[in-house]
């Protein structure tokens, strides 16, 4: 696609239940982020990854959150069991590649998916 | 400790002030990434520059410039004459190892731009 699309934009749930957030990345871009962004705390980094690989998960805030990368192209974070402190907008972005001889390469990002938890 | 530090929360300006945001980063590698992004409100980041560790040189675009001083560890962004569409909440972020690192941001500085 033209540009990263995430959803759903809006997600009001119960204290207790499952979702899931869901990434399309910018066609042609093998590297993808999930970043977190709460009121007053910035962009928190969960996850990353390159093609279908996830080298790096340390930043997921508990065993509650996971998230799957299918074909080199879709991603969803699924956060299982959700608390209220889980409530923030959960921004997705893509980059053609993680790092190229160029160096850090840029991230283009979605518009988020905020979600809220009751 | 924080690896990207924006100390100024909120700024708040009159049309066609000059406004400077902060940043000041740590790290210890030798090549490294500096970014700004920008988040109006529609909420969508854009991006507004990178800048690699071994060029110190500044930039400017149009009312847009950037101060890097690796001496101070700090990646200033500079607003010449603002205007109201510049309101938006600013943010520095930071990529070490060589670009090998996922980007690490600031909490961000809300600028208000008012008429």
């Known amino acids: 696609g033209a540009g990263v699309s995430q959803s759903p934009s809006n997600k009001v749930t119960e204290k207790g239940k499952d979702v899931e957030l869901r990434c399309d990345p910018i066609s042609g871009h093998t590297a993808l982020y999930w970043y977190r962004q709460s009121l007053g705390q910035g962009l928190e980094f969960l996850i990353y990854?390159?093609?279908?690989?996830?080298?790096?998960k340390s930043g997921l805030p508990s065993d509650r959150f996971s998230a799957e990368r299918t074909g080199g192209s879709v991603s969803t974070l699924t956060i299982q069991r959700t608390q209220q402190e889980d409530s923030a907008v959960y921004l997705c972005?893509?980059?053609?590649?993680?790092?190229?001889?160029?160096?850090?390469?840029?991230?283009?990002f979605g518009a988020g998916s905020r979600l809220t938890v009751l | 400790a924080q690896k990207v530090t924006q100390a100024q929360t909120e700024i708040s300006v009159v049309e066609k002030e000059d406004v400077t945001l902060d940043c000041v980063y740590e790290?210890?590698?030798?090549?490294?990434?500096l970014f700004w992004y920008k988040q109006p409100p529609s909420g969508e980041l854009v991006f507004l520059i990178r800048r690699n560790s071994f060029d110190e040189q500044n930039e400017i675009s149009g009312r847009y410039s950037w101060n890097f001083q690796k001496s101070t560890s700090s990646f200033n962004f500079t607003i010449t004459a603002s205007q109201v569409v510049d309101s938006a909440v600013y943010f520095c972020a930071l990529s070490e190892a060589g670009g090998n690192t996922p980007l690490v941001f600031g909490k961000g500085t809300r600028l208000s731009v008012i008429a």
């Open positions: 990854f390159q093609g279908n690989s996830a080298p790096d």
């Open positions: 972005a893509s980059s053609l590649v993680f790092v190229s001889e160029a160096g850090a390469n840029v991230l283009t």
């Open positions: 790290t210890r590698d030798t090549t490294y990434y």
